[in-house]
């Protein structure tokens, strides 16, 4: 059994925010794209087996077991201080990233309603233009039509929500 295609409309939908996704990105700010790229290899597991041997090393070396070298931070107030530090600098590339990965949720977000909003509004249009055929011919309609013709109002549902969440 094969596949079906692909629709061309979903291709070309795939295509226009791949390119999109793509000029983005090129047009990043620096800072940004820095940010990322330390999140991304901080989110690694090469990372974690880099710190592995080097926080490792550094233990095993001021612990005295390696022979022929001298301890050189045998409280490991040195090592204690870099990994703060370390954890200063990560966590803020961390939260760059995040900043940025909100807005665009927020932005795919916006564009979902808006284009939710507008597809409510063509099937209330093509219910009323129906039910005016289904007359015309005679047919019977549903008896939930009036409210299905009705436009769906946005701050009617997000009051209702905020009222439903309030209490």
């Known amino acids: 059994m094969t596949a079906?295609?692909?629709?061309?409309?979903?291709?070309?939908?795939?295509?226009?925010?791949?390119?999109?996704?793509?000029?983005?990105?090129?047009h990043a700010p620096v800072g940004d794209r820095i940010a990322d790229a330390i999140t991304r290899f901080a989110g690694s597991m090469r990372f974690v087996a880099l710190h592995a041997l080097l926080?490792?090393?550094?233990?095993?070396?001021?612990?005295?077991?390696?022979?022929?070298?001298?301890?050189?931070?045998?409280?490991?107030?040195?090592l204690a201080m870099g990994a703060s530090v370390e954890a200063i600098f990560l966590s803020t590339f961390v939260l760059i990233s995040q900043n940025r990965m909100?807005?665009?949720?927020?932005r795919r977000g916006d564009l979902d309603l808006h284009i939710s909003l507008l597809t409510e509004h063509e099937l209330t249009r093509l219910a009323g233009m129906i039910e005016?055929?289904?007359?015309?011919?005679?047919v019977s309609t549903d008896p939930e039509i009036d409210?299905?013709?009705?436009?769906?109002?946005?701050?009617?549902?997000?009051?209702a929500l905020d009222?439903?969440?309030?209490?």
């Open 4 to 26: 079906p295609r692909m629709a061309h409309t979903l291709r070309e939908n795939i295509e226009r925010l791949s390119a999109r996704a793509e000029r983005q990105a090129e």
């Open 55 to 78: 926080f490792g090393g550094w233990i095993a070396w001021n612990l005295g077991v390696i022979p022929g070298l001298a301890p050189f931070d045998p409280t490991f107030v040195v």
């Open 102 to 106: 909100a807005a665009a949720a927020d």
């Open 132 to 138: 005016r055929m289904a007359q015309k011919m005679g």
């Open 147 to 159: 409210e299905i013709k009705r436009d769906v109002s946005p701050e009617e549902v997000l009051d």
């Open 163 to 167: 009222e439903k969440s309030s209490n």
